[in-house]
């Protein structure tokens, strides 16, 4: 079965890709680090004390750890049809399979509905927005400010099949509103399972909050810019295809990698900054689990 890091190569890796999320790498890194090193209050090291190292290897027991690091390749902003490429971190730590992670991916958040086939729960995640100097397309509409959000997950995990659905809203008090993201995919593995590949569609809803801050041009931005006012409503944001996979070199390293294609719809299609309604994105990244 895939991993948390493995999942995250479908829709998730798309949202990663697209977002600034290189800048908390540095932030998750340190709590990382600070959760598998086995220190004590006042930074004391507990080597040498049995009973401490005994108190401190049974807490890690329960944690599990990815670290790693690959590329991303998508476009500038959504749709833009100008690509780039940059850094793409994997930093995980996971307490009782998920029932509390914190993830570069997925934010710091704890499963709290957990039964044979089905999870969910709730992640708090931080949405670095977009800013103007992206793309010179963009000059004029000002930056969409960064600020916390608030996600809600479900997962129906079927073997073969999974189903997924992640409501963010924003928390920021930027008006920026609510993404509704739905999946589905099918697994298979191969190999012995040291090789396993997803592939299934997506679906994502907007609130008009959402499509105007990074589909819509109010007033005042169609008198600083070249474009003119396009008023948005809320609806069906994209629509996409997603290709995941996984292959297992030992019990600790892996190679994730993802491929993906998206096709905007409705008011964000027809937004007069869109270049190009449909956006691709791929991944490639080495993981080591402890």
Do not use: C
């Amino acid at each position: 079965m895939f991993s948390s890091v493995a999942i995250g190569t479908g829709v998730k890796a798309k949202n990663f890709i697209q977002g600034k999320s290189v800048r908390l790498a540095f932030f998750t890194s340190l709590i990382s680090l600070g959760l598998a090193s086995p220190t004590i209050a006042g930074g004391q090291s507990t080597a040498g004390n049995p009973e401490t190292d005994s108190f401190v290897d049974a807490a890690l027991s329960d944690w599990d750890f990815t670290i790693g690091a690959g590329a991303g390749f998508g476009p500038d902003y959504e749709g833009s049809d100008d690509y780039g490429v940059g850094a793409m971190p994997v930093l995980e730590a996971s307490w009782r399979d998920d029932t509390f992670f914190i993830s570069i991916d997925r934010g710091i958040g704890a499963t709290l509905l957990r039964s044979e086939h089905f999870s969910g729960g709730v992640s708090l995640n931080y949405d670095w927005g977009r800013d103007e100097d992206d793309n010179s397309a963009l000059k004029g509409l000002g930056d969409v400010e960064g600020g916390l959000a608030g996600t809600a997950f479900a997962e129906i995990d079927l073997g073969m099949y999974g189903f997924g659905l992640d409501i963010t809203q924003d928390l920021s008090g930027e008006d920026k509103g609510l993404l509704a993201n739905f999946n589905a995919e099918y697994r298979h593995s191969f190999l012995d399972e040291r090789l396993w590949i997803s592939a299934g569609p997506s679906v994502s809803w907007a609130s008009e909050d959402y499509m105007q801050s990074y589909f819509g041009v109010d007033s005042k931005q169609a008198s600083r810019s070249r474009y003119n006012q396009h008023d948005v409503d809320a609806g069906f944001k994209d629509v996409g295809f997603n290709v995941g996979a996984m292959y297992s070199f030992d019990e600790s390293w892996a190679m994730t990698g993802t491929l993906g294609y998206a096709r905007l719809l409705g008011d964000a299609a027809d937004s007069p900054f869109v270049k190009s309604k449909n956006q691709f994105f791929s991944g490639i990244a080495i993981t080591y689990s402890f």
